[in-house]
């Protein structure tokens, strides 16, 4: 039977009063030594706080909504990873929705959540811009992560999408390729757009004239990647280089010119993006930009912590920046390879911090 803060108070001789300050970490003075008396006290006899009982009492929980389309997809996975790390630090837990890309689901779901008492809601990699926002949330803080839809909406934690293909771009660049391809995301797609307009900008910063026969429309898979590819490089005056949407592409881009019989890097130079798991299992490995989701997750927990506290404003877009992961689709050597560009992959970093953390 869970202990209860009348017989904490009891045990340890104080009003019930007193452990409420004690517990609550209330601003109200209390003796240290009686402060710490009562937190070991409760740690020995196993109280542990009633969070439905506390957001009777005040309308508030230690509770934070998490709304996402696909909790099984590996960005939300780690983004949603990132939040709850964060939250946890500051004494917060989480509820996760999955709305199956339902604009209706969704909207159940904040229904659902702002109808209870949380703190706020964080919408993790979502496709669909509710109507009325903040009507339907009330008075409930809210944050998107990595949004899907292509317009831009503030109070935002995103990847710096043009910062990440402007990084790819740059590389081939400085491996001597001036004829650089592209092929592109799904249309419609926020990344799509800036990845595309990275591409652009990158070129035009080189001096690099944009020509729109080395743009192949494309989609997030590795059919479309592969169909794109073949198109672009069936041409008789093919790139020597490309900087594709994502790793899928990539790979569909490395079957295809492994069936015009292109070597790849020798041909062929490629980077991806995202830094999926098949970018280290294709062969041969993908040179890529990281996406930066775990880092986003903290991010946008940061943001909504600090407008639960009235510490930030809701009018703000934060950008996170991705890395450049150097591997063999590129072609580049040690000795072309800048510091920046020697940045351990995601699996690295995982065992690296694993062994940190033993």
């Known amino acids: 039977m869970a202990v209860t803060i009348r017989e904490l108070s009891e045990a340890a001789g104080v009003s019930v009063a007193t452990v409420s300050r004690a517990l609550n970490n209330s601003d109200h003075p209390i003796n240290p030594a009686t402060k ?3 937190l070991d006290l409760a740690q020995k006899m196993g109280y542990y706080p009633n969070h439905v009982a506390r957001s009777l009492r005040t309308d508030r929980s230690p509770i934070i909504g998490i709304i996402c389309d696909d909790i099984t997809s590996v960005f939300t996975t780690a983004i949603v990873r990132g939040i709850q790390d964060r939250l946890k630090a500051d004494g917060y837990f989480c509820i996760v929705i999955n709305t199956d890309w339902d604009p209706a689901s969704e ?10 008492s949380i703190e706020g809601i964080i919408f993790a990699e979502t496709t669909h811009q509710s109507a009325n926002l903040e009507l339907n949330i009330e008075d409930k803080k809210y944050v998107f992560v990595h949004r899907l839809f292509p317009i831009g909406y503030a109070n935002s934690v995103i990847p710096d999408e043009m910062y990440g293909s402007r990084l ?7 491996l001597g390729h ?15 757009k800036e990845r595309l307009l990275g591409y652009r900008a990158e070129l035009e910063q080189a001096g690099i004239p944009f020509d729109p026969e080395l743009v192949e429309p494309g989609d997030f898979d590795l059919k479309a990647g592969y ?5 672009l490089l069936e041409r008789s005056n093919r790139p020597t280089a490309v900087f594709v949407a994502n790793d899928w592409i990539a790979l569909g881009t490395i079957y295809a010119a492994q069936d015009l019989g292109l070597r790849v890097p020798d041909d062929l130079a490629i980077v991806g993006y995202d830094d999926r798991e098949i970018a280290t299992l294709a062969r041969p490995t993908i040179t890529t930009v990281t996406l930066p989701c775990f880092e986003m997750g903290q991010a946008s927990a940061e943001r909504l912590l600090a407008l639960i506290r009235n510490e930030a404003t809701t009018n703000e877009e934060i950008k996170i920046k991705g890395r450049l992961i150097i591997r063999e689709s590129c072609g580049a050597t040690l000795e072309e390879q800048s510091p920046a560009d020697v940045t351990p992959s995601r699996v690295e970093r995982l065992k690296e911090l694993r062994e940190q953390r033993d």
């Open 178 to 192: 001036r004829r650089i391809g592209h092929i592109t995301g799904s249309k419609g797609f926020f990344a799509s």
């Open 36 to 38: 710490q008396r009562i």
């Open 168 to 174: 790819a771009v740059n590389h081939l660049i400085r």
């Open 227 to 231: 169909d794109a590819a073949r198109r």
């Open 107 to 116: 909207q159940r779901a904040i229904r659902d959540l702002a109808g209870h």
